[in-house]
């Protein structure tokens, strides 16, 4: 009998989380019936198998729900438990964590990135003396994406971190607004030195645990582990076909990019933010810190999701501290969005309104992260509805459209009846670059393929010494990987080097052949 009440009062405790929760949980006023079969037929308009959902206001949950499925072959639901790849909201963490490290007194954001890392470089001397944390987090190094350098996730975070001299910039130092992950790895190599162990350990302890993010983790490798998680989906591009995609591992870029989470703790998260850095009375990161992220830093040249002179409703884009700061019909926004393979997420709210949203979602790429907010905004706020699902699909038809013009307008280049101007085994060998490491080239019975880190594709001749990378057709991740590989020739008559557009902003980077004594 007493070790029956002991069960019993064990079972109750265990209950106690999802039951606090669930008070939280408030009448949700203008997301009825008709708001889900919106959600329901959404899902089914965009092919997404399945979201997760939360809706806050002040410090109270309006709603949270599941929709669709986390395994759509075995159409298994999503609950409020099931944890997703959240993507680059994981940046807003990592500069959490940096702002309650700030509040300890370890970490001043203007001061040069050098005092606290004395081994920083940078390629250009201006950036190396004077990066701050604030430059780190603001995407105002000067360099482009750089993403080929992790996403194979060959190499080690301290390895991309000692090739950062290597990398190019396209911008000078502060001039200009371009979006980057190294950096934000930078960052996070900063946290965990800050506190003595790594950004992991510095996000679970001032970060989860203070919110109570018992379950959220900072790697593919917790996630299969976890009890209720998402698969991740995507689209073939030649037939719009759902398929299951392989996990990506971060860990490497873990900063930017890795961390998963349910929308239960997700709305914890999103609480303290709405509420300037307090969350159920506890200071997590100081109020002057909150409204420093959630305040413009940089002027962005462009926005990265919608055309603002078309759509009137949103304005002009900046940047804060790990946040897009605009305005959505006349009221202040502070978000970011994550997109990695299998999944897109959305975390968004009104500073001013003190209403924000998450969106967790197991499709790669979707644009339904981007408008779900606004479906609820429109209803909170008593705006007029907008169709957002077809101003998104028409944005949809003509991205497909320009990249088929595009494809169209690369075949046109190309100039028939050409040949190599060597036999294929002159080209046969490896090449290098200091950033980017060895470019194999190799050749079997098809003819020549490519090898870059982990990717491996075929070469096929395009005309004189250039060759057209070929990804397979059912791959939606390796699709863009259609490069133009272009050999050169010395003075002697061998192929001597390579260019290939690794980093597309840069155009194409060179890579010498290596000596083959």
């Known amino acids: 009998m007493q070790s029956h009440r002991l069960s019993r009062a064990l079972c109750f405790l265990a209950l106690l989380p999802s039951a606090l929760f669930a008070q939280r949980v408030a009448e949700r006023p203008a997301l009825d019936k008709a708001f889900d079969a919106l959600i329901d037929s959404t899902l089914r308009l965009w092919k997404v198998p399945g979201i997760a959902l939360a809706v806050v206001r002040g410090s109270q949950v309006i709603l949270a729900k599941g929709y669709g499925y986390k395994d759509l072959e075995a159409k298994a639901p999503v609950t409020t438990k099931t944890k997703f790849a959240i993507g680059s909201v994981s940046k807003s963490f990592t500069v959490t964590g940096l702002a309650a490290q700030a509040k300890q007194g370890k ?18 001397p201006m950036a190396t003396e004077r990066m701050t944390p604030r430059d780190l987090v603001t995407h105002r190094s000067g360099l482009p994406r750089h993403d080929l350098l992790w996403g194979p996730g060959v190499l080690t975070r301290e390895e991309i971190y000692h090739r950062l001299p290597y990398l190019e910039p396209t911008k000078s130092f502060r001039s200009y607004w371009q979006y980057q992950n190294l950096m934000f790895m930078t960052a996070g190599i900063l946290s965990g030195k800050l506190n003595g162990t790594s950004w992991e350990e510095t996000v679970r302890d001032l970060v989860f645990r203070p919110l109570e993010m018992s379950t959220a983790d900072a790697s593919v490798n917790d996630l299969k582990q976890s009890a209720d998680y998402s698969f991740g989906y995507g689209l073939v591009p030649s037939n719009d076909s759902v398929i299951r995609l392989p996990y990506r591992n971060l860990d490497a870029i873990a900063p930017a990019g890795s961390i998963n989470s349910n929308i239960e703790e997700m709305s914890n998260y999103l609480t303290m933010h709405l509420n300037r850095g307090k969350f159920r009375g506890q200071e997590i990161i100081t109020e002057k810190d909150a409204r420093e992220m959630q305040k413009p830093q940089m002027v962005m040249p462009k926005p990265l999701s919608w055309d603002t002179d078309e759509w009137p409703e949103i304005s002009d884009e900046a940047y804060g501290m790990a946040f897009f700061v605009w305005n959505y019909r006349g009221h202040k926004i502070v978000e970011h969005g994550g997109n990695i393979d299998g999944f897109s997420a959305e975390l968004s709210f009104l500073p001013h309104d003190s209403v924000g949203v998450v969106v967790l979602t197991n499709m790669n790429g979707t644009a339904i992260r981007d408008f779900i907010p606004f479906l609820v905004y429109d209803r909170l706020l008593g705006l007029s509805k907008i169709d957002w699902n077809a101003r998104f699909k028409e944005k949809d038809r003509r991205q497909r459209e320009q990249a088929a013009q595009a494809r169209a307008k690369e075949e046109a280049t190309r100039q ?37 880190m982990t990717l491996d594709l075929p070469l096929q001749h395009f005309h004189f010494d250039v060759f057209r990378a070929i990804p397979p057709a059912n791959n939606p991740i390796l699709a863009r990987f259609r490069w133009r590989i272009t050999f050169t020739t010395d003075a002697d008559g061998k192929v001597a080097a390579l260019t290939a557009p690794v980093e597309p902003a840069l155009g194409a980077t060179t890579f010498k052949r290596k000596s083959e004594n």
């Open 107 to 124: 970490l001043d954001w203007d001061r040069p990135v050098r005092e606290y890392l004395p081994d920083f470089r940078m390629y250009d």
């Open 416 to 452: 028939p009846n050409t040949q190599p101007a060597h036999p294929l085994d002159d080209y046969v060998g490896v090449y290098t670059n200091p950033g980017y490491g060895d470019f194999s080239i190799t050749k079997d019975a098809s003819g020549l393929r490519m090898k870059l």
